[in-house]
């Protein structure tokens, strides 16, 4: 996905910091609806198809979490980015736990938020390398990559897009072993290369969604001090 194809919901009531993100984004190539609500956001969701939703959470009808939630459960081809001045360790834990695929907090440098909506557009777009009827199996999981749909069992397993393209990554090379270095590179760019804590939160959520009980799991596998990788022989 270019710049010049991706939509960006901007749910920000701030009008001043509203304007300069719609400026600098627009002049990047996006095409950006500014909402200042959760509700006007609701509405524009279900009214207009958006690749990316960046989210206040100090907003006036409540928290921008909300949001997020309704995303990750409704609309999950949809990517997240959390922009508040709530920046402590434990918010950040909890906007990635509610299914944010990043998080920056205020105040923030606008070249760095135009990389980071760059690597999270790159990273959920549909692989040019895969046939969209692409299917992959593996064991009871199975995985259509054109429609970025997982199911276990038969069952829809409701993914966040970085969860997707976690279990994506390791289905797609069973038996390797990748390094948390490597997925987080792999997974948000050279940007967020320095800092691995978010990876525990989303394979967290990913494990727990596939049912793989990390005391004996059956799909992803842990190797402690290295990273993980998808086991081949389910």
């Known amino acids: 996905m270019t ?4 939509n960006i919901l901007l749910i920000e009531d701030n009008s001043e910091l509203s304007v ?3 400026e600098r984004l627009s002049e990047s190539g996006f095409k950006v609806q500014p909402v200042p609500t959760l509700a006007r956001a609701r509405a ?3 009214g207009a198809s958006y690749d990316l939703a960046i989210i206040d ?10 949001i ?3 995303i990750r459960e409704n ?3 949809i990517a997240t980015i959390i922009l508040t001045c709530l920046g402590e360790p434990r918010d950040r834990v909890t906007g990635l736990n509610e299914g944010a695929d990043d998080y920056i907090s205020k105040p923030f440098c606008l070249e760095e938020v135009i990389a980071r909506i760059n690597t999270v557009l790159r990273r959920v777009a549909p692989r040019v390398a895969s046939p969209k009827n692409t299917t992959i199996v593996r064991g009871d999981i199975t995985i259509d990559v054109g429609r970025r749909a997982v ?4 069952s829809p397993v409701p993914l966040t897009a970085t969860e997707f393209d976690l279990l994506l990554l390791l289905a797609q090379n069973p038996g390797r072993t990748f390094t948390r ?7 948000w760019g050279a940007v967020r290369a320095s800092s691995s804590g978010s990876l525990g939160v989303h394979m967290a959520h990913l494990r727990a969604k596939l049912n793989d009980d990390t005391t004996k799991p059956r799909y992803i596998i842990t190797v402690w001090g290295v990273g993980y990788y998808f086991d081949g022989n389910v």
């Open 3 to 6: 710049a010049n194809a991706a």
């Open 20 to 22: 300069v993100l719609q």
């Open 44 to 46: 524009e969701i279900l």
């Open 57 to 66: 959470r100090n907003l006036p009808d409540g928290d921008g979490l909300d």
């Open 68 to 70: 997020c939630r309704h």
């Open 75 to 77: 609309h999950p081809q």
């Open 151 to 154: 199911k276990l069992n038969e």
């Open 181 to 187: 270095d490597e997925l987080v590179t792999t997974l």
